[in-house]
């Protein structure tokens, strides 16, 4: 271990950078050239440490050691670049530079408000974040990970309405008040753990679990039983684990780079990091696997039976709910409930094949995430649309997006040559080596998939193959949990049947006549920008009043014509310009379709998910990844672990 300022310098860079970005907010360039800069730096500095953590250096800074200050006996505020660490800062670090880029295109694009305030507390996300990566202890961790709840409620809240601060005290809520006292009251216990076995107590991480932890179970099984429940659940809310997970979709009223925040890069993955450390660095799978708990009528299950149960179960029923969803945005925050329980099952089996494709699904999902959520983003901005039902034919107005969104649509169901195929591919070796009751867990990760082509298929199929006049919303599922019951074709009354996709008001309240113009496309409208749309006849404006009776406003000008005007700032269910414009989507270019800002770095990152599903062995995660697990069973080769089941796994750790 060495000491080294770098793990502190790669939090503080985004730190320093706030202040540059409020300092600069009445130069707009400058200011998102901070943004840029820092991201560069954080990446820079963190990459600089991975050939030598690589090799088996662990860098490390202390507050103790630099100042002489410490929290408590036997607990410093530290930070240490290891392996796991290195892992999600890296990730972290890479990703922000190129969603720095697309939120100054998407904010740009909107023309939002309070936009030094967004890019201040995107700094200051991405500085907790990585102080939860180098974190050295759960004290550490809890400090960043509390801290990340509260930088990042301004960004949930951002526009201001009532819907978004619903959104933002139910978010506090889950992750700081209820994530942050089951973490607390699970390191205290820990604490008092460690401290009963030799007065010395201790609750740094260590590869393959805390021996001090290990010794204090034999004593106080209960405990320490309770202890590692309360960590799982602490940190789980964020990993939005059910039933902790209902924040996530009502998060989705943020702008998308905040989406793609939360999903993609810092809080959710956070959550997920949290349980790894816990698994891993806390009590290990030696550990858990001999803390059994006694259900009654079914006897000795191992502490990792039950995370498991929760996270198939939540992969399963997220998926079944996302299948239902009608608004983009929040038909990719049920796949996100579903994706990140992957994580959560493959690091709770225990086997070293399924700890490896659980931690390589973190980058994965987090490429082919960002991909979805980018390109969600710019089909608002371009043309505010949200709703899938009115994106038939759209690829034809967006066809790099909708290809890019077709890429991360694969890299979620798990269909080669993605990422997500390698990541659930290791899954399912480790759940066959594990056998006995673990093949319920492999059908469930199989069924899983099968339910995200389900749901990402209607989307790729409504974009390409279907016309703006004639188009089924829902080609693959014709029942109401599907999402559209009916979407064409009238009634022997004349009249269209529709039925609630989102527990919102029915698709009748939301949909336009047939000859109404309802579709507002930013490139050829001169009004785009404000969203404002004139209509000319007493009959749509009658109309207009009674679909939006809240947010639509409708007004008349000097010539007493009526005006409505809807808000298009953040990513609201304002539906009103939504969908094709009058005589269908315009066809655009690739390259002519949105701005640079905004396509570069989709196209960047769905590149990257192909590249890491097309080469893993040469992808730095996955070595990553199993330079992770050879540190946890303790060998100096992942091929020391070939072949073997759980229990020679931990015989080879145990010698």
Same mark, same amino acid.
Request: hydrophobic share 45%; charged share 15%; aromatic share 10%.
């Given at each position: 271990m060495v000491a080294d300022l770098r793990p502190l310098?790669?939090?503080?860079?985004?730190?320093?950078?706030?202040?540059?970005?409020?300092?600069?907010?009445?130069?707009?360039?400058?200011?998102?050239?901070?943004?840029?800069?820092?991201?560069?730096?954080?990446?820079?500095?963190?990459?600089?440490?991975?050939?030598?953590?690589?090799?088996?250096?662990?860098?490390?800074?202390?507050?103790?050691?630099?100042?002489?200050?410490r929290f408590l006996p036997g607990v410093d505020f530290a930070l240490r670049a290891d392996p796991l660490g290195i892992f999600f800062a890296l990730l972290a670090s890479f990703l922000w530079i190129f969603t720095s880029f697309y939120a100054a295109g998407y904010m740009r694009g909107l023309d939002e408000h309070a936009q030094t305030r967004f890019f201040a507390s995107f700094a200051a996300s991405l500085s907790a974040a990585v102080g939860i990566a180098f974190a050295a202890n759960l004290v550490t961790i809890f400090v960043f990970y509390e801290l990340l709840s509260l930088v990042t409620y301004p960004l949930v809240a951002h526009n201001e309405d009532s819907e978004a601060r619903i959104a933002?005290?139910?978010?506090?809520?889950?992750?700081?008040?209820?994530?942050?006292?089951?973490?607390?009251a699970g390191t205290v216990m820990v604490y008092w753990l460690t401290a009963s076995v030799n007065g010395d107590p201790t609750l740094a991480f260590e590869s393959g679990g805390m021996e001090a932890?290990?010794?204090?179970?034999?004593?106080? @099984?209960?405990?320490?039983? #309770? &202890? *590692?429940? =309360?960590?799982? +659940?602490?940190?789980?809310?964020k990993a939005a684990l059910m039933p902790l997970h209902s924040w996530l979709a009502d998060a989705m009223v943020a702008p998308t780079p905040v989406s793609g925040l939360l999903h993609a890069v810092a809080v959710v993955k956070s959550g997920a990091f949290g349980v790894a450390r816990v698994i891993l660095d806390v009590y290990g799978p030696g550990l858990i696997r001999d803390l059994p708990?006694?259900?009654?009528?079914?006897?000795?299950?191992?502490?990792?039976? @039950?995370?498991?149960?929760? #996270? &198939? *179960?939540? =992969?399963?029923? +997220?998926?079944?709910?996302?299948?239902?969803?009608?608004?983009?945005?929040?038909?990719?925050?049920?796949?996100?409930?579903?994706?990140?329980?992957?994580?959560?099952?493959?690091?709770?089996?225990?086997?070293?094949?399924?700890?490896?494709?659980?931690?390589?699904h973190i980058p994965a999902h987090a490429f082919a995430k960002l991909t979805l959520f980018f390109c969600a983003g710019a089909i608002h901005v371009e043309t505010h649309t949200d709703y899938i039902s009115d994106m038939a034919g759209?690829?034809?107005?967006?066809? =790099?997006?909708?290809?890019?969104?077709?890429?991360?649509?694969?890299?979620?169901?798990?269909?080669?040559?993605i990422a997500g195929f390698v990541s659930k591919f290791y899954m399912l070796i480790g759940s066959g080596y594990m056998g006995g009751e673990y093949w319920i867990f492999a059908g469930?990760?199989?069924?899983?998939?099968?339910?995200?082509?389900?749901?990402?298929?209607?989307?790729?199929y409504t974009a390409f193959f279907e016309s703006e006049d004639r188009h089924d919303a829902k080609p693959v599922l014709?029942?109401?949990?599907?999402?559209?019951?009916?979407?064409?074709?009238?009634?022997?009354?004349?009249?269209?049947?529709?039925?609630?996709?989102?527990?919102?008001?029915?698709?009748?309240?939301?949909?336009?006549?047939?000859?109404?113009?309802?579709?507002?496309?930013?490139?050829?409208?001169?009004?785009?920008?404000?969203?404002?749309?004139?209509?000319?006849?007493?009959?749509?404006?009658?109309?207009?009043?009674?679909?939006?009776?809240?947010?639509?406003?409708?007004?008349?000008?000097?010539?007493?014509?009526?005006?409505?005007?809807?808000?298009?700032?953040?990513?609201?269910?304002?539906?009103?310009?939504?969908?094709?414009?009058a005589g269908g989507w315009q066809r655009h270019s690739p390259f002519g379709e949105s701005t640079w800002l905004m396509l570069a770095p989709i196209a960047i990152i769905a590149t990257g998910a192909v590249v890491l599903g097309i080469g893993p062995d040469y992808a730095v995660f996955l070595e990553l990844a199993t330079r992770i697990v050879e540190g946890v069973f303790g060998v100096d080769s992942f091929d020391q672990l070939q072949g073997l089941s759980l229990e020679e796994a931990l015989e080879v750790m145990s010698e």
């Open positions: 310098a790669a939090v503080l860079v985004s730190a320093v950078a706030i202040v540059l970005i409020i300092a600069s907010h009445r130069r707009p360039n400058l200011r998102e050239g901070w943004s840029v800069l820092a991201a560069l730096g954080k990446f820079g500095i963190v990459a600089s440490m991975l050939p030598a953590v690589m090799s088996g250096t662990v860098y490390r800074w202390s507050l103790y050691e630099s100042t002489g200050i933002g005290r139910k978010y506090l809520t889950y992750t700081f008040f209820g994530g942050g006292v089951f973490l607390l932890l290990a010794t204090a179970a034999q004593a106080e @099984p209960g405990f320490a039983q #309770a &202890a *590692f429940f =309360l960590l799982i +659940a602490g940190f789980g809310v708990l006694d259900v009654p009528g079914i006897g000795e299950v191992g502490l990792n039976i @039950p995370v498991a149960i929760v #996270a &198939a *179960f939540t =992969l399963t029923a +997220a998926s079944i709910i996302a299948m239902r969803k009608d608004h983009l945005k929040r038909r990719l925050a049920y796949s996100t409930t579903a994706q990140l329980s992957y994580i959560v099952l493959g690091l709770s089996m225990l086997h070293p094949y399924a700890m490896v494709g659980a931690l390589f759209i690829g034809k107005r967006m066809p =790099l997006t909708m290809s890019a969104f077709t890429i991360g649509a694969a890299g979620m169901a798990g269909l080669p040559p469930t990760l199989l069924l899983s998939g099968v339910l995200n082509i389900a749901y990402f298929w209607p989307v790729v014709e029942f109401p949990r599907g999402g559209i019951f009916e979407s064409y074709g009238d009634t022997a009354q004349g009249q269209k049947e529709h039925v609630a996709t989102d527990g919102g008001p029915d698709r009748s309240e939301r949909e336009a006549p047939a000859d109404a113009d309802d579709g507002v496309d930013a490139s050829t409208t001169d009004d785009a920008s404000t969203g404002d749309a004139v209509d000319d006849t007493d009959e749509d404006y009658e109309y207009a009043v009674d679909r939006y009776p809240s947010d639509h406003t409708v007004s008349e000008n000097t010539q007493g014509e009526h005006v409505s005007s809807v808000d298009h700032h953040g990513d609201h269910d304002d539906h009103l310009t939504g969908g094709p414009p």
